[in-house]
């Protein structure tokens, strides 16, 4: 197969393209969503959400060479044998292309590292560790105008489905390019850039960029409701392609024209004083729960 502009070999398919190519489909159609939802200005200090993988990484890089004031921010849990790996590539990429990095442990914040908690309580891994993540992100955030994160195409298309099969209406609201609680003004901006990218086209951007991402699975991955639904959309756009872009665009018309998102009032915690919904945030009952 040939790239369809230059007639050298093609490396990506459905459009195919070149490296050079790809390259720019993949940066323009990018940059196109962060001007067409309004999602960063130049003039922002940008925390960009990083873990190690190939979305992460291909995110902060885009960024950077696009000119925006990016610094990487992630967080250690402190799972053995694989946040330590995957971090390693943050940092030797940071290191490599000068961008600023902030790491938050666990430790530091909790007592105790994600490993240390799991085998003393009785907790679901994801959901304490999902928790605290967020938690800390949020706070960690708060030094920056804007936290981007690296969430695709294929992460929302299974957000969307997850949220009707659940009927989590209010969740599908807050849904979107720009997510989260930030119009209540609590939050930081949160916004996802490769919300119309899909998986597939961050793998070829990765790999034609020669990013390094870590591959490798936590050891505490279970077999989620997620998973499921992962599974269910790849068997379904096997078979009618374009069923993740039609699913997110029905959701963007949806969002806009449809059910727009409602107004929620944001309190503080009584323990923390992080924004809540609830009188103690969900991480200061795990904390009070697992006695630290
Ligand atoms: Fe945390 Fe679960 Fe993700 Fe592992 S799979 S990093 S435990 S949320």
């Given at each position: 197969?040939?790239?369809?502009?230059?007639?050298?070999?093609?490396?990506?398919?459905?459009?195919?393209?070149?490296?050079?190519?790809?390259?720019?489909?993949?940066?323009?159609?990018?940059?196109?969503?962060?001007?067409?939802?309004?999602l960063l200005?130049?003039?922002e200090k940008i925390a960009v959400a990083v873990?190690?993988?190939?979305?992460s990484?291909?995110l902060?890089?885009?960024l950077?060479?696009?000119?925006?004031?990016v610094t990487a921010l992630s967080i250690?849990?402190?799972?053995?044998?694989?946040?330590?790996?995957?971090?390693?590539?943050?940092?030797?990429?940071?290191?490599?292309?000068?961008?600023?990095?902030k790491?938050?442990?666990?430790?530091?914040?909790?007592?105790?590292?994600?490993?240390?908690?799991?085998?003393?309580?009785?907790?679901?891994?994801?959901?304490?560790?999902?928790?605290?993540?967020r938690?800390l992100i949020n706070r960690a955030a708060k030094d920056f105008d804007v936290l981007a994160t690296a969430h695709?195409?294929?992460?929302?298309?299974?957000?969307?489905?997850?949220?009707?099969?659940?009927?989590?209406?209010?969740?599908?609201?807050?849904?979107?390019?720009v997510s989260g609680?930030n119009?209540?003004?609590?939050f930081v901006k949160r916004v996802k850039p490769?919300?119309?990218?899909?998986?597939?086209?961050?793998?070829?951007?990765?790999?034609?960029?020669?990013?390094?991402?870590?591959?490798?699975?936590?050891?505490?991955?279970?077999?989620?409701?997620?998973?499921?639904?992962?599974?269910?959309?790849?068997?379904?756009?096997?078979?009618?392609?374009?069923?993740?872009?039609?699913?997110?665009?029905?959701?963007?018309?949806?969002?806009?024209?449809?059910?727009?998102?409602?107004?929620?009032?944001?309190?503080?915690?009584?323990?923390?004083?992080?924004?809540?919904?609830?009188?103690?945030?969900?991480?200061?009952?795990?904390?009070?729960?697992?006695?630290?």
């Open positions: 197969m040939k790239c369809s502009i230059c007639n050298k070999n093609a490396v990506f398919l459905n459009p195919s393209y070149c490296n050079v190519h790809f390259n720019r489909y993949f940066e323009k159609k990018v940059l196109h969503t962060i001007s067409n939802f309004n200005a130049r003039n873990s190690g993988g190939k979305d990484l291909s902060l890089f885009l950077r060479k696009s000119g925006y004031n250690d849990e402190g799972i053995a044998d694989y946040r330590d790996k995957t971090l390693k590539h943050m940092v030797g990429m940071c290191n490599n292309y000068g961008i600023p990095y790491i938050v442990y666990f430790k530091d914040i909790f007592g105790r590292a994600l490993d240390d908690i799991l085998s003393s309580e009785k907790v679901r891994p994801c959901s304490v560790c999902g928790i605290f993540r938690y695709n195409l294929d992460d929302e298309a299974q957000a969307v489905v997850m949220n009707l099969i659940k009927g989590n209406i209010g969740l599908l609201q807050r849904q979107g390019p609680l119009y209540s003004g609590t490769f919300f119309l990218t899909s998986e597939k086209e961050i793998m070829a951007y990765s790999v034609i960029n020669k990013l390094n991402a870590a591959f490798g699975e936590c050891p505490y991955v279970g077999v989620s409701f997620r998973l499921k639904v992962r599974d269910l959309l790849n068997d379904t756009e096997m078979k009618k392609p374009g069923t993740k872009k039609r699913l997110i665009e029905w959701f963007l018309y949806y969002k806009k024209n449809l059910c727009p998102a409602e107004e929620i009032n944001i309190s503080c915690c009584q323990l923390c004083q992080a924004p809540s919904q609830h009188e103690i945030c969900s991480a200061c009952q795990y904390i009070l729960k697992i006695g630290n």
